[in-house]
Each structure stands twice: as C-alpha cells, then as structure tokens.
C-alpha cells in the first residue's frame, strides 16, 4: 500500500501529544536552552571524526608492523565509522544537530564517508521509518529481505528458526550492502514508487551523486590501502571487512532492540488505509528504549538509548534526551500508555535474541511478560 493512501487519524485522542508537545516546549523555555545541539556536540563531532581519521592516517603511515597493531587500528575505525554514523550524521539528516540548515546539510554529508546516502536514508528513515513505524509493507528497516523476518506478518520460512543465531552476522555486513548495491537499489524502486516526482528531484543526478559517493569511499577504504599498503591483499581485504563489521554490527545492536521487540506492536492499516492510533501513541507502541543510565552508550550512541524521545521528537538534539525523557515517561503513565524501556543493553539484545527467536517459530508470538 502506498503511503500516501495511510492515514494516522487526527481529531482521536489528540491530548496526549498535545500534552506532552506543551511539556517539553516549557522545560526549554524555562530552561532558556535551546532545542538544537550546543558546545557537546562540537565536542562529539570532533571526537568521532578524529576516531574514524585517526586510525586511517596511521594505517595508511604504515607507523607500525605489529599485525595485532594494525588490526585493532581497523577495530577503531569501525568503531569511528559507527559513531559518526550515530552521533554526527543521523541527527543533522533530522534538521536536530544546529539551527542552521546550511550546518545539517554538510554534516549530514558524512554519510558519504560511512558509505551510505543522504537521500536514500532520508526518505527510508525520516520518512518511511519514522512516520509509519513497524507498518509491514512500508517501514523498510523491518523488510530487510527474505532471509530475516521482523514482522510476524511477513512469510515464515524455515530457515527463520535458526535467525537468532544467523542475524549477528548479517548485522555486521550493514555498511557492505550500504556501500555497494543497498543505495541503487533503494534509487530504483523509489523512481518506480514516485518518490522522486513527489520530492522534485532528478534521478540521474541524484544517481550519479550517489556513484560518485560510492567511488570515493571504496577508493579511500578499500582500492588506497590495496595500492599503498605492504600487506598482503588478502589482509587488507580482511582488515576492510573488520571495519565493516564492527561498523555494521555496533549500529544494527542500537537500531533493533527500538522496534523488533517482544514488547513492539506492528499495527496495520484497515482496508481503507486507516491506522487504528494517532501518529504519536502508534509511536509508543512501537519504540522501545534501553540502557537509560548508560552515560558512555548514551553518548556514543548519539541518545539512541532513548529511541521513544527521538521518534516523537526527531527534530530535538539527543544531547536533551535524558532529561526530557522525565516528561515523557510520566506523561505517558498519566495517559495509561506504555513506555517501554530495558535496564542494560545485556538486557535489551537478550529480548530482541527472544523476538527473533519468536518471529522464527511462530505465525503469531507470545508476548514478553
């Protein structure tokens, strides 16, 4: 079904956000703080490009022989590589890092250096994910291809009862399928879906920006090292893979425990496109938060922790989602709304291990309790 025949209904149970929206504005307001990032999030910028330029720069240097060396080198760059992607990046696509637009689109640009597209993850994840969370059909973070299934209502296959165990490794290869084919295909179905007449944008050029992206991430992370490096190709080719992996596997650990979880509900539309909640309540029952206390995942994870907070607030820095967090948690008590949050990360990764689990055995799963 198309997203523009989905209707959130607007005029039921409206209080609720209405409440919250006032809340929230207030405690800036009082606070005499603003909504956008602020000296911390100079700090962070600077520290997860120093922690993704770093590494290159010695790696490329050749300053040291040791093979331990090297490859722990190409550990912290994948560790660099997620935390732009987390930190810099997925808030300056939202409009949430600065106030000043001309600051979020070269930030966000830092796509291009994680290997991915700032259109095609603008309309996949601002736009699709963020608006119809966890609608089968529609939201493309949970229809990750044939081989996984996120939503009990996708096909069961067989091999589904052993994706608990399988996942970890197809997390990891996050950022390959971003840096080579995922973003293509991605240009394609949105020509065909129309997307590119309803946002106004060429698709050759905007195809050829995104080849050209492409060109000069794998020619700096992959075709520079091959030619200037002393190791072995086969090394290299492996060092390359451990950055990937790391970077895919850390972003996909924060991404998932959000949404496919035993506590998410997948609300779909009637057969006239009608959602059953409002947009904000259909956000709490589909998000779920982890690990609130965590200060160094908090950080690292650009406020990811607190998923709740940025889908009803994606345009708020996550530098203020701990303490907003506060009004949401206790709004959504007032209002007899769930606001589901895990303790620890531990905790959070075993229950999403539970969800795939679940979603691998069963047409229709039992429920965390």
Not at 2 to 7: A, F, P
Not at 120 to 134: A, E, G, L, R
Not at 190 to 213: A, C, H, P, Q, R
Not at 302 to 307: A, V, Y
């Amino acid at each position: 079904m198309s997203t523009s025949k989905i209707k959130f209904p607007r005029d039921e149970n409206t209080e609720f956000f209405a409440t919250l929206r006032s809340k929230v504005n207030a405690y800036f307001k009082k606070n005499k703080i603003s909504k956008n990032g602020d000296w911390r999030m100079i700090v962070k910028t600077i520290s997860m490009i120093l922690l993704y330029a770093v590494p290159y720069v010695l790696i490329m240097t050749q300053v040291t022989d040791v093979l331990v060396y090297k490859f722990l080198l190409w550990v912290v760059m994948g560790l660099g590589l997620a935390g732009m992607g987390l930190s810099v990046m997925h808030g300056a696509v939202h409009g949430a890092y600065s106030s000043n637009k001309r600051v979020n689109k070269i930030l966000a640009n830092t796509m291009t250096f994680i290997g991915g597209s700032k259109f095609t993850w603008n309309v996949q994840h601002n736009q699709k994910h963020h608006t119809y969370t966890n609608v089968d059909g529609i939201d493309e973070d949970i229809n990750p291809g044939a081989i996984m299934r996120f939503s009990p209502h996708k096909k069961l296959y067989w091999v589904h009862r052993f994706q608990h165990f399988y996942a970890w490794f197809f997390y990891g290869l996050m950022t390959v399928s971003w840096s080579t084919e995922k973003d293509f295909r991605q240009l394609i179905k949105y020509k065909m879906d129309g997307i590119f007449k309803n946002e106004n944008k060429s698709f050759s050029k905007t195809f050829s920006k995104v080849l050209f992206s492409k060109i000069v991430f794998q020619f700096l992370t992959l075709a520079l090292p091959l030619i200037l490096l002393d190791d072995p190709w086969y090394l290299i080719l492996l060092f390359v893979f451990t950055m990937h992996f790391v970077a895919g596997l850390i972003m996909a650990c924060i991404f998932q425990p959000a949404h496919v979880m035993p506590t998410s509900e997948y609300p779909l539309p009637d057969e006239s496109g009608n959602m059953e909640n409002n947009w904000a309540i259909h956000q709490m029952l589909t998000t779920a938060n982890f690990a609130p206390n965590s200060r160094i995942l908090r950080w690292y994870a650009g406020g990811l922790t607190h998923q709740i907070e940025h889908h009803l607030f994606p345009s708020i820095c996550h530098i203020h989602y701990k303490d907003i967090s506060k009004i949401v948690e206790k709004t959504a008590k007032e209002f007899g709304l769930p606001y589901n949050v895990q303790s620890s990360f531990y905790t959070a990764l075993k229950y999403h291990a539970k969800m795939l689990k679940d979603l691998g055995k069963f047409e229709h799963f039992p429920s965390m309790t």
